[in-house]
């Protein structure tokens, strides 16, 4: 069982940044697959990012390539979503999810999912 715990969300301006951070409980937290995704109000869920477990190798959508990056700190428990040049566009709740198959989290699948963070970007 993994429990998943967003946090960083908040009210920014358009171009500003922020950091989401996801802690996880559990043991094998480094061999899990870690993702991100984001669901705005009316809209369908959306992928964001994601990291492997393996080899921390990174996959992201096209619509945030270039200013999110994702991250892991494994000896933290904690995975994060460094969103810079923040749009309206991408106010949404923000959600973290988790998976020991990484084929599973890009498709948006994941077993385990956060509670979801707010963020919110004004024009």
């Known amino acids: 069982q993994v429990q998943l715990v967003e946090s960083g969300g908040g009210l920014v301006q358009a171009g500003a940044s922020l950091r989401l951070s996801c802690a996880a409980s559990g043991r094998t937290f480094s061999s899990y697959a870690m993702g991100w995704f984001r669901q705005a109000p009316g809209k369908a869920r959306e992928f964001v990012a994601a990291i492997s477990g393996s080899d921390g190798s990174t996959y992201q959508s096209d619509s945030t390539k270039g200013r999110f990056t994702i991250s892991r700190a494994n000896a933290k428990n904690t995975v994060y979503l460094e969103m810079n040049s923040l749009k309206p566009e991408d106010t949404a709740v923000y959600y973290c999810?988790?998976?020991?198959?990484?084929?599973?989290?890009?498709?948006?699948?994941?077993?385990?999912w956060g509670q979801g963070t707010q963020v919110t970007v004004s024009s």
């Open positions: 999810a988790a998976d020991d198959r990484l084929p599973t989290v890009l498709r948006g699948a994941p077993r385990y």
